[in-house]
């Protein structure tokens, strides 16, 4: 595929943070009378997009969503900057930009949020853009995506999205772009698969993939 453009998921693709996500959920769901979470594979089974789907698989009710999504961010928060990247995170940003790409990170995050930890890491200038939402849900990011596309000047067909869930497939599929999922994220390879795309292992795996 021609490649011009990296659109980068940010949670879980970039930023390695299932198990600290696990853990906030076990902190702050049980002040609800909520469960907790015992292993990657129950994650899995139940993470989704949008997050209000997550929860509701989880057991949080309508009447619950606002309070313990809020509940869950200011924990998300409190500790963000022990998180750390992925291994081959810094290293692959820093291929792409040597191979002369583009990259935009485009997230489900707040947008605060997003750009306060790409600062606690160093990488608020790594990017040509960085896109998140205006609000806590994690809701769809296709439409700030889909207004990026249309004044960035590099065609959809040049550009490919690097994420770890079906929603970023989704995404992709929805604003022209290719995809490529790194199965090591918020979703497991076996449900990956499903988008009918590229699923590799490991930042290092899509760079290979995506230069050569």
């Not at 994690?138 to 700030?144: D, F, L, P, R, V």
């Not at 929805?174 to 999922?181: H, K, R």
Request: proline share 3%.
């Amino acid at each position: 595929m021609a490649v011009r453009q990296i659109l980068w998921d940010w949670n879980g693709t970039l930023l390695n943070d299932l198990e600290y996500a696990m853990g906030v959920r076990n902190r702050t769901f049980p002040a609800f009378g909520l469960p907790t979470i015992d292993s990657v594979e129950s994650y899995h089974a139940q993470f989704t997009f949008p997050v209000r789907t997550y929860y509701e698989r989880a057991g949080v009710t309508d009447s619950l969503f606002d309070a313990v999504a809020h509940a869950w961010m200011a924990e998300y928060v409190r500790g963000e900057a022990t998180i750390p990247l992925h291994e081959d995170a810094l290293e692959t940003i820093a291929r792409f930009r040597e191979a002369g790409l583009h990259q935009v990170v485009l997230s489900a995050s707040h947008l605060d949020v997003l750009q306060e930890q790409l600062a606690i890491y160093g990488l608020e200038k790594s990017f040509d853009a960085v896109l998140g939402l205006s609000d806590i849900y994690a809701g769809s990011k296709e439409e700030i995506g889909r207004a990026y596309l249309s004044q960035c000047g590099v065609s959809p067909s040049d550009t490919v999205m690097l994420g770890d869930t079906l929603h970023d497939a989704e995404v992709a599929q929805a604003i022209g772009a290719s995809c490529v999922l790194i199965a090591r994220g918020h979703q497991s390879a076996q449900t990956l698969r499903e988008a009918g795309v590229p699923v590799v292992n490991n930042l290092g795996e899509a760079a290979k993939l995506l230069l050569n």
